[in-house]
Each structure stands twice: as C-alpha cells, then as structure tokens.
C-alpha cells in the first residue's frame, strides 16, 4: 500500500467520525389519508429513526414539535387555537424507531379544496438544535351532499331552555382511493362551527344511504356497503360513532323502521363482525371450555393392590 492510498483511506476514516450526528437521525411525517374532506378529523404520524450512537429524549415540554400547514401556492395556514399538545417524555435508543401520533384536525381550519404540505422541526434537546423532518402533502376535497338536517341538541343536567343549541348533521361522499365512502359531518350551520367529520363506511353508487334523527338527537344512518350488505351506525350529537351493526340481504333488504318509539333495523339477517360498536370481544371475561355433557369422559386408571412385604412376613 503506497503513502497515498493510506492517506487517502485515512481521510475517509477521519471523516467517518466527523459526521454531524443530525446526520445519522431522520424523521418523516405521515398522513393516514391522502385525501380528506374539508375539516375531517385526520392524524399525523411522527417517525424517527435513531443512528447516532446516543439515547435520545423527547417530549419533557410542548415546543420540541412544531408544525406548519401551507397550500399550493406556499401561503401559511394559521392555527385556530393553541399549538397541539405533544408534551409527553420519551426516549429513542440509538437503532431504535420510534413513532408519535399527533390529531392536527382540531387546530387548522382546512376549508378550501387544495393541495397541502404538512411541515414539522424537531428540537434536539442533547444537541440544542432543531432538525427539519421530510414533509407530507395532501389533498382536500369537496364531497357531495346527499342528506342534511338541523336538529335541537338535548339539554344538559343544569342547562336552561334558553340556552338550546341547534346543530346540523350533513351526510356527504366523496371517492377515496377508488372507493367511495361515506361521511358524516356535524356543524352549527351553513357558516358555522365545524364539530366533527368522519368517514362512516363505504357506500355503492347504486343505492343511498337513509338516514333519521331521534328524539334525543342521535343521527340513525343505514348504507348500502357492498352488493348484499348494510352499515348501519348511531352517531352522537358530537359525531361520535355509539353503534355499528352490519346486515346482510337475507329474505327481505335491511331498513329503518320504528319500534316501541325508537328507531330500529327491519329485515335483513344481522351479522357479528370483529368492527362492531361496542365491541363484542370483552378482554376481562376469560374463555370457558364447554364440554357436552353427552361426551365421553375419560375411563380412570384402576392399578392392582400390591401386597404389604411387611405384613405377609
């Protein structure tokens, strides 16, 4: 090996150590949808990959995350309240991962239709510096209105008659992902509050959806999902899912009706399926073994006396 081939080598090892250590740790930003209707609630996904040799700690206050929304043509987006709240310590270990999950919906107004870049600077609190994490864009579209209706929200314990409130429910879909989906959004009124948008279920375009308020303003929704099956989904005045029950076609097709004063599915064959509101599985009740009673019980082992030595001496 000649003097240059060894200096040359040498350089490279020197410059192996003199990497900055904001080098060796990337964060990205994720999106669980790509495309969203205006104000639906979505969530954003911090992950860090640690290779800097060094445990890493976050989240002791609630300014090592910062976000920043902009549009298409770069414009800012300003928050409608405080920044999130993403205090909360932990620690990344060098060649760990680790993943933060952040509900922005509650902090920007996304109203207009657009392209969207989602920023985000993570402070380094071992380092004192911030590093910048590779953004995420997506998409907000305008769906279609099928169904809208205002109705009273029932008064709390305490409340008087003078202070009723009047909200709206607004069934609305739109195409995601080559499917079209369901949503419900909960408002004040045209140009009012938004309180909540969720995505309620996939819907065919042949068919729909029904929907009635009861009288203590929960909203009864039945969807069409699939060639022979129904969603059915109670949502709350503040479009929080209480109910999802699924039917298939069986003898008659799924549909609203009244029973005793409340509104009820009739017909169809009710399913139980895993997604269904409450849950059918209780992790508390432990599994049971049901032996019928008609099953044979194992024969017990008789064993032959053995004589005393003893005694027979």
């Not at 933060?100 to 402070?123: C, F, M, P, W």
């Not at 080559?178 to 969720?198: A, E, I, N, Q």
Request: proline content about 7%.
């Amino acid at each position: 090996m000649n003097f240059n081939h060894l200096l040359f080598c040498l350089i490279l090892f020197v410059a192996g150590f003199s990497l900055p250590a904001n080098a060796q740790v990337t964060a990205t930003l994720e999106i669980n949808k790509s495309q969203l209707l205006p104000r639906e609630t979505f969530f954003v996904r911090l992950k860090i990959v640690n290779f800097s040799g060094q445990t890493l700690v976050f989240g002791e206050d609630n300014n090592w995350l910062q976000f920043q929304i902009e549009n298409e043509v770069g414009e800012v987006i300003d928050p409608i309240s405080e920044p999130p709240n993403v205090e909360g310590r932990f620690t990344v270990e060098s060649s760990i991962r680790a993943t933060k999950q952040i509900d922005l919906s509650s902090y920007y107004a996304l109203e207009k239709a657009g392209r969207y870049k989602v920023t985000a600077k993570l402070y380094v609190k071992q380092w004192g510096r911030l590093l910048s994490v590779n953004p995420v864009k997506f998409d907000i579209v305008n769906g279609s209105v099928l169904w809208q209706q205002m109705f009273g929200v029932p008064l709390k314990k305490g409340e008087l008659p003078s202070q009723l409130k009047r909200r709206r429910y607004v069934l609305q879909k739109a195409k995601n992902l080559r499917m079209m989906t369901l949503y419900v959004r909960v408002d004040d009124g045209p140009g009012g509050r938004v309180h909540k948008v969720s995505p309620v279920c996939p819907m065919v375009t042949f068919n729909e959806p029904v929907a009635q308020v009861d009288p203590t303003g929960n909203l009864h929704v039945l969807c069409q999902s699939g060639a022979r099956t129904y969603n059915y989904s109670v949502l709350s005045p503040d479009g929080v899912i209480k109910i999802r029950h699924h039917y298939n076609i069986v003898g008659s097709r799924p549909r609203l009706g009244f029973r005793e004063g409340k509104i009820v599915v009739v017909g169809g064959l009710k399913l139980l399926r895993p997604d269904d509101v409450p849950s059918r599985n209780n992790d508390k009740e432990k599994p049971k073994l049901i032996v019928p009673e008609t099953a044979n019980k194992p024969i017990p082992v008789i064993r032959e006396p053995v004589a005393d030595v003893k005694k027979i001496k």
